[in-house]
């Protein structure tokens, strides 16, 4: 996903926003293929939350018995269930995580090109069908929020304001060093900005690499608690496979901190490994445990396989009352993403 200021329209003078060229080519290529399958007419993945009381009927063998009205079924003496029709208006927020890690891809896509599509996608394909979609943009701090609204416009605006110029870090344009105890992103000063800002129950995607100072876990428990989450996790294969490329300089793109290794050391790429594993491991434990869905995008995988896996899983588990995680069969493998790794890289 190649990006530039603008695109000019063949045949005409005009340039046209690489927001709305990015969001055409994915109406054709990705959204024309999910609309039925994320947000049917009449069967859909995502719900809205409110219920109204349609009807009563006698109870039958496979109805729900939280659904019995006591006091019909104590005046006619024969057990009455209430039916409902669910209201299917539905509010989606993307809580967007920009901060500088994102900007990192070690191809020709980054992990922010990676967001960009999974945004444009998911904000079409609901709004599609009178749905709303709201934001808030975070980089240093929460920089800006986008009520929800439901045009097409509204989607092109809040591409759009993903891609604006972002401030760096002091740290990172060497000003001065990052202050003890701020050092990365601050995830939890996103949540809790959400928790205050979201008042009806919603979906809620929270779109980032993770890549952030510890302490955010309370934080996206109660979120998950008042609505629900699903976690986008975006990443590339060299965060988890470090290739043999010899002596480099890597840098702390939040931070600005620069260290020189020896990529040839096969021990210490085995280290690397090592330690990428265990955080990748904890990474799904505490989202598991918070109640969010979990959706990982790779800088080198396909959206639109990546998506049609997530319908699956949802669909599981909503014929099965499975959990929350992927089934080990539709996760994405991490031996392919780490055999994908490039096998050079630019110091």
């Known amino acids: 996903m190649a990006e530039a200021a603008s695109l000019v329209r063949p045949g005409a003078g005009t340039p046209v926003p690489v927001a709305e060229q990015l969001l055409r080519r994915l109406e054709w290529t990705v959204i024309r293929r999910l609309d039925g399958l994320l947000q049917g007419d009449y069967r859909t993945l995502f719900r809205g939350a409110g219920v ?18 006591w006091n019909v079924t104590a005046r006619l003496q024969q057990p009455y269930v209430r039916q409902f029709i669910e209201d299917r208006e539905l509010t989606a927020w993307f809580l967007l995580d920009l901060s500088g890690s994102v900007d ?36 240093q701090r929460v920089d800006a929020v986008l009520r929800p609204g439901a045009s097409r416009g509204h989607v092109l605006n809040l591409m759009q304001r993903m891609h604006q110029p972002r401030p760096k870090t002091p740290a990172a344009t060497g ?14 000063d996103l949540l809790a900005t959400a928790e205050g800002t979201i008042k009806r129950r919603s979906l809620v995607f929270i779109v980032s690499d993770f890549i952030c100072a510890p302490g955010w876990q309370p934080a996206l428990a109660r979120l998950t608690q008042r609505h629900e989450v699903v976690a986008v996790r975006l990443f ?12 480099v300089t890597v840098e702390d793109a939040e931070t600005g901190e620069q260290l020189f290794i020896d990529a040839s050391d096969p021990d210490f790429r085995e280290r690397y490994a090592a330690v990428a594993e265990a955080q990748e491991t904890q990474l799904i434990e505490d989202l598991s445990g ?58």
């Open 104 to 139: 990192f891809g070690s191809g020709d896509v980054t992990k922010l090109n990676v967001s960009s599509g999974f945004v444009a996608t998911l904000a079409r394909v609901i709004t599609r069908h009178g749905n709303r979609v709201g934001a808030l943009f975070f980089g």
């Open 236 to 247: 590339d294969p060299l965060e988890m496979a470090l290739p043999d490329v010899g002596l």
């Open 175 to 188: 000003t001065k060093p990052a202050p003890p105890g701020r050092e990365g992103t601050r995830l939890a």
């Open 290 to 347: 918070s109640g969010a869905d979990i959706l990982e995008l790779a800088t080198d995988d396909d959206l639109l396989d990546a998506l049609l896996r997530y319908a699956d899983m949802r669909r599981q588990r909503a014929r099965l009352g499975a959990a929350r995680r992927f089934p080990p069969h539709l996760r994405r493998a991490r031996t392919a993403a780490a055999s994908a790794a490039p096998k050079e890289t630019a110091p």
């Open 52 to 69: 109204d009381l349609a009807d009563l009927r006698e109870y039958e063998h496979h109805d729900d018995v939280r659904h019995i009205d």
